[in-house]
């Protein structure tokens, strides 16, 4: 698996309850985010750990993670280079 970072469009309540909406890919392409099944702190496959929310992105679960740090960075694991 490698690690790709990519835009997310994230939705953020008052409460500050932050949810990610849609995955913007640097070609353009746009994939919404049907739901958000799970939410929870976990390392992904590439070692590097975060906030992780499992996703049902056009019927398949994908993991979207949010990396902890200064800057909000996300990134999904992906098999392509």
């Given at each position: 698996m490698n690690k790709k970072y990519v835009d997310i469009i994230?939705?953020?309540?008052?409460?500050?309850?932050?949810?990610?909406?849609?995955?913007?890919?640097?070609?353009?392409?746009?994939?919404?985010?049907?739901?958000v099944i799970d939410v929870r702190y976990s390392a992904s496959q590439t070692g590097e750990g975060g906030i992780r929310y499992k996703c049902l992105v056009q019927g398949k679960e994908v993991f979207v993670f949010e990396e902890q740090g200064k800057k909000r960075l996300w990134f999904i694991e992906t098999d392509q280079h």
């Open positions: 994230i939705k953020v309540s008052t409460s500050g309850k932050v949810t990610p909406m849609a995955i913007l890919w640097d070609d353009g392409r746009k994939y919404d985010i049907d739901k």
